[in-house]
C-alpha cells in the first residue's frame, strides 16, 4: 500500500511539474508576442474612409461660400468621399473659425478662413478665443481679394495724388466709406494712410459692398475703400471710377486700375484672402495631401476662370510660407493700430 502511495505521488510530482514547465512557456510566449507587437504599428484605416466637413464662417450665397463649395466638389471627386459645406455665420466670422480650430484634428474637419482673423487678432488678441498661430494649421491661401479705392465720376479728384491733395487742403471735409464696416481692413488701412501722409478725412462706415457702393453712386460719399470683386459692373459701366488697388500688383481682371505700389506707396499694400485651414494637430501627410490636391484644384483653367469672375486671383502659397504670412501680417496690423494710437469700440 506504501508503495503505490509513494508511485502515485512521484506521478503527480511529475505531472505538476510539467504542467508548471507548460504554463511558463505558454506565459513566455505570451510576453514574447506582446514585445513584438509593440514594436509594430497598429494599421490604421487610409485617409479619408469618411465625409469631410468644410466650415464656411459666413452665409450661403456668397463669394467665399461659393469657391468654398466649388473646392468642395473637386475635393470630392479627388477624394473619393463626400465633402460637405458647414455653414456657421457669426461673430464676424470668426464662430465658425473657433469651431474648426476646436475640432479633432485627424483631417476631416477643414476650415474656410478669411484675413480678417489676422487683424481681429491684433486689435484685440485679448478677446479672441483661439490663438491663430498655435490652434490652426495652414493649408494654403485659396485666393486674394484686392482692396480698391474708388470715387465718383462727379467728384473733385480722380486719381489717389489728387486725392491726397483735396484731403490736405480740405482737412475734416472728405468723407470716405469703408466695407464692411469699422474695425476692418478698410477701415484700419484708411487710418494708417491718415496717420502716414498727415490728412484729415472722415471714415464713414458701411455694413457691406453694397450700401457703400450706392452711398458712393449717390454722392452720400466721394470715395469707398472696399473689395473689387463687388465693385467690377460699377467699373464697367462708368459709374464708379477705380482710382488705385492696394496691392503689390495689378489685377488681371482689371488691368488698367494701378497698384499703390507702383504709385510710390509700398506700405499701403495689404493682402486679403480667403483660405483653407486645419485644427492645430493634424497629422502632416494629411496636410501634405490636401495642399496639393487643393493646390492642383484652384490652378486648374476652371477655376482660375472663376477667380476671373469674381475679380479674384489664385493663391497657392505651401504651409510654411502661409504660416509667415500669418506672423508678419498680424505684427503689421498691430504696428499700425499702435503707430496710429486706433481704439475701436467693444
Given at each position: 500500500m506504501r508503495f503505490y502511495l509513494i508511485e502515485i505521488a512521484a506521478v503527480f510530482k511529475a505531472a505538476t511539474g510539467w504542467l508548471r514547465r507548460r504554463h511558463l512557456a505558454v506565459l513566455g510566449a505570451i510576453v514574447l508576442i506582446a514585445n513584438v507587437t509593440a514594436l509594430v504599428p497598429v494599421a490604421q484605416a487610409a485617409w479619408p474612409d469618411r465625409a469631410i466637413t468644410i466650415i464656411v464662417p459666413l452665409p450661403p450665397g456668397g463669394p467665399a461660400d461659393s469657391i468654398a463649395r466649388a473646392i468642395a466638389q473637386k475635393l470630392q471627386e479627388r477624394l473619393g468621399q463626400p465633402v460637405v459645406i458647414d455653414n456657421k455665420p457669426g461673430a464676424g466670422g470668426m464662430l465658425g473659425v473657433e469651431l474648426g480650430a476646436r475640432a479633432k484634428p485627424d483631417g476631416y474637419t477643414i476650415i474656410m478662413a478669411g484675413s480678417s482673423i489676422v487683424l481681429v487678432s491684433a486689435i484685440d488678441p485679448k478677446a479672441m478665443r483661439i490663438d491663430i498661430r498655435k490652434d490652426l494649421q495652414p493649408i494654403t491661401i485659396v485666393s486674394k481679394l484686392p482692396l480698391l479705392f474708388s470715387t465718383s465720376p462727379t467728384a473733385p479728384f480722380s486719381t489717389f495724388k489728387e486725392f491726397v491733395a483735396y484731403a490736405k487742403a480740405n482737412p475734416g471735409r472728405v468723407s470716405v466709406g469703408v466695407s464692411p464696416g469699422l474695425s476692418t481692413s478698410a477701415h484700419v488701412l484708411l487710418e494708417r494712410i491718415k496717420f502716414e501722409l498727415g490728412i484729415d478725412v472722415v471714415p464713414i462706415p458701411y455694413k457691406g459692398s453694397a450700401p457703400a457702393l450706392m452711398a458712393l453712386i449717390s454722392g452720400e460719399v466721394p470715395a469707398i475703400l472696399d473689395y473689387l470683386p463687388s465693385a467690377g459692373p460699377f467699373i464697367t459701366s462708368g459709374k464708379i471710377k477705380p482710382m488705385v488697388l492696394m496691392t503689390d500688383a495689378r489685377n488681371s481682371s482689371f488691368?488698367?486700375?494701378?497698384?499703390?505700389?507702383?504709385?510710390?506707396?509700398?506700405?499701403?499694400?495689404?493682402?486679403?484672402?480667403?483660405?483653407?485651414?486645419l485644427p492645430a494637430g493634424t497629422p502632416k501627410e494629411i496636410v501634405a495631401r490636401l495642399h496639393r490636391e487643393v493646390v492642383d484644384i484652384i490652378k486648374s483653367p476652371e477655376m482660375k476662370a472663376k477667380f476671373f469672375d469674381l475679380g479674384q486671383e489664385s493663391g497657392g502659397n505651401t504651409p510654411e510660407q502661409f504660416a509667415e504670412m500669418i506672423r508678419s501680417s498680424e505684427e503689421m496690423w498691430t504696428k499700425i493700430i499702435r503707430d496710429a494710437k486706433l481704439t475701436f469700440p467693444k
Open positions: 488691368s488698367q486700375i494701378p497698384s499703390i505700389v507702383e504709385l510710390g506707396y509700398p506700405g499701403f499694400s495689404v493682402d486679403a484672402w480667403n483660405s483653407l485651414m
